[in-house]
């Protein structure tokens, strides 16, 4: 969250996904619009806890929806609070939805290789592994990198996308 401003103005990014509970105003801090942002409203839990919002299957549809509207015109920042958990999960997620014939595993390493820190939320990871049929492999693609080394919060990086087909 920390280097959000800084990110999007060193990638010229003009789409943000922010996934987090009660998320700041973004946009009017990042002056785009607020059609440019997606505000995923989920704490990083994976399993319910009173006063927080578990993530359910809607949040990946509305992940899934954004992220394949992307014109890929620029890149595509995908924030929380540390940058560790949820936001790691959406990328993976998201490659994984538009590199739909790319195998899981190798997106989970290029993922592990982009952020040592990842861990990604396995609550998110699951749900979309299920939507997109992938019969459990993004869910062991994920458990295969493991946990991230500790930090307070992760370094941007970058996670590339092959070119559309067709």
Known sequence: MSLLGETVRITGARDVVTLMMRAPDIPNALSFGAERQLVVDI?????????????????????LGFTRAW?????????????ISRSTAAAYIAA???????????????????????????????LADDILGRRGRMVDAVRTIGRGEDAFEAHPFSLWLNERQG
């Open 43 to 63: 704490a990083d839990i994976v399993e319910p806890l009173e006063g927080y919002v578990l993530a359910e299957a809607m949040h990946i549809e509305e992940l």
């Open 71 to 83: 014109s890929r015109g620029a890149p595509l920042i995908m924030h929380c609070f540390a940058g």
């Open 96 to 126: 994984c939805d538009l590199d739909a014939d790319r195998n899981e595993d190798e997106i989970a390493q290029e993922l592990r290789r982009a952020s040592p820190t990842a861990t990604p939320n396995r609550r998110l990871i699951a």
